[in-house]
């Protein structure tokens, strides 16, 4: 049988085990799918020995995005443009890196939240590994604009340069949260300030009747963010589909069938 895991660092609360038991089954395919908790200093002997066993691929999760990146012979261009790795592909070509982080919420947006990205305005909140991860998956969606807020603007302008040339020029740009300008259709948490149950510091302003406002972040509570943006009339969506999303793309990577994930996201919904 095809053997996939997770690796990371705590690894016990991983929900992905459960998730793609559940997509093999729905699309009837033969896999083992495990979590494997690798030392902190030793995340690279960890992949080399489950490909010794038989392994077809794995996903990554904190503290390995960056090292898996490293690890990785080749990089699909979303992983590149990323600079992270959630999934790898282990095969005769060696070891592939992909990143279905940003494919994932763009996915939950479109097909779970059915809103519109092409035309409007939308705000990331955010500038480290996650909003990274976001942003080329949304340029490709086409908004009118795409504003990167975050704490550090430096780290926030860099990200508009290293997109200029990938769909950034005219669309992209950055400020810190006490200059956005405007309300905006969409607006993403990917700061991780919920881990603290913290709150950027945004002005209501940003949200109009009906924004769409997803944390990346997820739990049995709607984290402070969210329960901000929905005192401000925004519809309020957490992180889990974008987790469940994130595995249908990496599913897609392996074994060629995307999973539906309605009836899947409802379940992973009830057992938080
Ligand atoms: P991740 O991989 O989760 O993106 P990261 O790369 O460390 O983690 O990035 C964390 C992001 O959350 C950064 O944008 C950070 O802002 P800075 O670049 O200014 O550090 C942001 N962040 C963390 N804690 C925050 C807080 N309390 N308020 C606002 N932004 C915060």
Not at 43 to 71: D, M, R
Not at 179 to 197: E, H, P
Not at 237 to 258: I, S
């Amino acid at each position: 049988m095809d053997r996939y895991c997770v690796f990371g660092n705590p690894i016990a609360h991983s929900k992905s085990p459960d998730i793609h038991a559940a997509f093999a089954v729905q699309t009837g395919q033969q896999l083992e799918y495990t979590k494997r908790l690798a030392p902190v200093d030793g995340f690279a002997a960890a992949v080399q020995a489950f490909i010794a066993e038989g392994g077809k691929g794995a996903n990554v999760t904190v503290p390995f995005k960056l090292e898996a990146h490293k690890l990785a012979g080749a990089l699909t261009i979303r992983a590149q443009a990323a600079g992270a790795v959630n999934t790898l592909l282990f095969d005769e070509h060696g070891i592939t890196g992909d990143n279905t982080d940003g494919a994932g919420l763009v996915a939950d947006i479109l097909v779970n939240a059915g809103a519109a990205i092409a035309g409007r305005r939308v705000l990331l909140l955010g500038a480290g590994g996650a909003a990274r991860g976001a942003v080329l998956p949304l340029l490709e969606q086409r908004p009118r604009e795409l504003v990167i807020a975050n704490r550090t603007v430096a780290t926030a302008d860099a990200l508009v340069r290293q997109f200029a040339a990938l769909g950034g020029e005219g669309v992209l740009s950055a400020c810190g949260f006490g200059d956005i300008a405007g309300s905006f259709d969409i607006v993403v948490n990917a700061t991780s300030a919920s881990l603290q149950a913290e709150l950027p510091p945004i002005a209501p302003s940003v949200f109009h009747p009906g924004t769409l406002a997803l944390d990346m972040m997820y739990g049995k509570e709607p984290t402070v963010f969210l329960t901000f943006a929905a005192s401000h009339g925004a519809v309020p969506r957490d992180g889990l589909g974008m987790l469940v999303e994130q595995a249908a793309e990496a599913f897609l990577g392996w074994r060629g069938v995307r999973p539906q994930t309605a009836a899947i996201l409802e379940t992973m919904r009830q057992t938080l």
